[in-house]
């Protein structure tokens, strides 16, 4: 017997931004639990700036 799994994403933007929002949440937590806020604090910097000078090339 096959089984056949499905995967249906919503196409609305919103809807797929609630996702992302979640998958974000759920990835700071697990970093918080290894490192240091200080230490998070300070690549989350770093990557905020990463981000903006990436957005403004594209």
């Given amino acids: 017997m096959d089984i056949k799994v499905v995967e249906i ?3 609305n933007p919103l809807e797929l931004k609630k ?7 759920w990835f700071v937590n697990a ?3 290894k490192y240091p806020e200080e230490v998070l604090d300070k690549a989350f910097k770093i990557l905020e700036e990463d981000l903006e ?3 403004a090339k594209a």
């Fill in 9 to 11: 994403f919503p196409t």
């Fill in 19 to 25: 996702i992302e929002s979640a998958k974000a949440i």
């Fill in 31 to 33: 970093l918080r639990k």
């Fill in 53 to 55: 000078k990436s957005e």
